[in-house]
């Protein structure tokens, strides 16, 4: 092994294994960070598209508990895990009875990627969330 190594042939060898592991760290790299960016996305269009459709539930009926109700099933429907959908957060304001002026909803979604589900302590570095505040004007 040795003599092939030492000649021509085995430099080649040499060269060919090293640009295989750069390109299998490339592919992995790409691989990784590809769903880590749709899923950063896809949370601020959630957020957008949920904020809306709650704004509009309540300027229909001014009901609060049917705006939470509304958004609950439609983050459901988005895909979220109820883990997800439980740290989610829809805040009317001003707080407090009375007329309300907005509402701002923050949607929290945890990034799926091969690694960070082995990794257990990357867990807390995959959250990402995604805050929109709409106007409950007439």
Request: hydrophobic share 45%; proline share 3%.
């Amino acid at each position: 092994m040795r003599t092939v190594l030492n000649d021509e042939s085995g430099q080649v060898l040499r060269r060919v294994f090293v640009y295989a592991v750069i390109f299998a760290l490339f592919i992995l790299l790409i691989v990784e960070l590809g769903p880590l960016a749709w899923d950063r996305f896809s949370v601020s269009q959630t957020a957008d598209d949920t904020a809306n459709s709650a704004a509009n539930t309540y300027m229909s009926n001014h009901d609060e508990a049917q705006v939470i109700s509304d958004v609950t099933t439609k983050l459901k429907l988005s895909g979220l895990t109820d883990e997800e959908v439980r740290q989610c957060q829809i805040l009317f304001l001003p707080p407090g009875p009375g007329a309300k002026l907005s509402l701002k909803v923050t949607v929290v979604m945890y990034a799926r990627s091969y690694l960070l589900e082995k990794i257990g302590f990357l867990k807390k570095l995959s959250k990402i969330t995604a805050t929109k505040e709409v106007g409950l004007t007439k």
